[in-house]
C-alpha cells in the first residue's frame, strides 16, 4: 500500500514546512484517516512556521489534532499567564479524553 503522505512527513520532520504544505497541496487523499493526517501535518506546520493566522480557528475543530495545535499555539504566544494556563489545562483535558488518530 502507497503511503500518501509519505513526503509531505518527511519534509515536516526535518523542518522543510514550506515544502511540506506546498506537497500537500499537491497531495490528494485516498480515505477520511488520511485527509486527517494531512489536516493535522498542514496545521503542525503552520504552528512551527509561526502562521497562527491560519490556525485560530482550529479550537473549535472536531479534530483532535487541529484543537491541540491551536491550543498550542495559544500556550506558546500568550503572554498573559492566565490564557496559558486555561491552553495548558485544555490541552491536559484533550489528551486524557481523546484519541488522535494521527498521532503516531
Known amino acids: 500500500m502507497e503511503d500518501e503522505l509519505l513526503e509531505v512527513r ?12 506546498q506537497l500537500s ?22 504552528l512551527a512556521a509561526g ?3 491560519h490556525i485560530k480557528g482550529m479550537q473549535h475543530s472536531p ?3 487541529l484543537k491541540a495545535t491551536a491550543l498550542m499555539a495559544v500556550f506558546l504566544r ?8 486555561t491552553a495548558l489545562d485544555r490541552l491536559q483535558e484533550l489528551a486524557t479524553t481523546t484519541k488522535d488518530p494521527t498521532a503516531l
Open 10 to 21: 518527511d519534509s515536516f520532520y526535518v523542518g522543510a514546512y514550506s515544502r511540506s504544505l
Open 78 to 85: 500568550t503572554p498573559h499567564e492566565n490564557q496559558r494556563k
Open 63 to 65: 479534530n483532535p489534532a
Open 51 to 53: 502562521m497562527l493566522d
Open 25 to 46: 497541496e499537491q497531495t490528494a487523499v485516498s480515505s477520511d484517516m488520511v485527509a486527517a493526517e494531512k489536516e493535522a501535518l498542514n496545521a503542525r506546520c503552520y
